[in-house]
């Protein structure tokens, strides 16, 4: 399979944490990464191999995830954490790379 | 410090050839790595175009594959994408990335740095 599936949006009160996820067959063979995506610019990745976090990303992003299904988890969130969120691998087979549809997080 | 930076007209107009370029620099892709093509239409998803390997070998959408062509130039240290017969949906904002590959039991693939996108405009 060749697709993987995001909530279209998540809302969570600045402060809480919220948990955003991601499903799909090929997550069995790859592992997700997670990009950031602000208005007018360029994703930027946040966790990849499922739970790594690239240098100058804040520690309250942590990524997780079993069998079919991948999370995104932003401890104590942020006004600026207010985003879209891509979760990404490849299929199955290795050639394609995948995307999810991406979810919209509302900070309240 | 690697950077990509895409080029290429703004404007198309439908039925025609859309050519883009990547440059890099701070990183050979003779060197290693896959070199990937991801697009945007406004307000929606990241939708990925296709991917070059350092050694040429190319990896298409297969909803874009017949009107796609990705090459590099190693000597210009730069990939471009060619995309023949344009629509009103070929609009969208046009991103290069480098994407790291690491196979094992569990694959880690992810891309680590991104052009800052440049839009393409489809109409007469």
């Known amino acids: 399979s060749s697709e993987l599936t995001q909530d279209p949006a998540v809302s969570v009160a600045l402060g809480q944490k919220v948990r955003i996820t991601c499903q799909g067959d090929s997550l069995r063979s790859y592992y997700a990464s997670w990009y950031q995506q602000k208005p007018g610019q360029a994703p930027v990745v946040v966790i990849y191999g499922q739970y790594n976090r690239p240098s100058g990303i804040p520690e309250r992003f942590s990524g997780s995830g079993s069998g079919n299904t991948a999370s995104l988890t932003i401890t104590g969130t942020q006004a600026e954490d207010e985003a879209d969120y891509y979760c990404?691998?490849?299929?199955?087979?290795?050639?394609?790379?995948?995307f999810g549809g991406g979810t919209k997080l509302t900070v309240l | 410090q690697v950077q990509l930076q895409e080029s290429g007209p703004g404007l198309v107009k439908p039925s025609e050839t859309l050519s883009l370029t990547c440059a890099v620099s701070g990183y050979s892709i003779s060197s290693g790595y896959y070199w990937g093509w991801i697009r945007q239409s406004p307000g929606k998803g990241l939708e990925w175009i296709g991917t070059?390997?350092?050694?040429?070998?190319?990896y298409y959408n297969p909803s874009l594959k017949s009107r796609l062509h990705i090459s590099v130039d190693k000597s210009k240290n730069q990939f471009s994408l060619n995309l023949t017969s344009l629509t009103a949906a070929d609009t969208a904002v046009y991103y290069c990335?480098?994407?790291?590959?690491?196979?094992?039991?569990?694959?880690?693939?992810?891309?680590?740095?991104w052009g800052r996108g440049t839009m393409v405009n489809v109409a007469s």
């Open positions: 990335a480098r994407e790291s590959l690491v196979s094992g039991a569990t694959s880690v693939c992810y891309f680590d740095n």
């Open positions: 070059i390997y350092h050694d040429g070998s190319t």
């Open positions: 990404h691998s490849r299929d199955s087979g290795g050639n394609h790379v995948v």
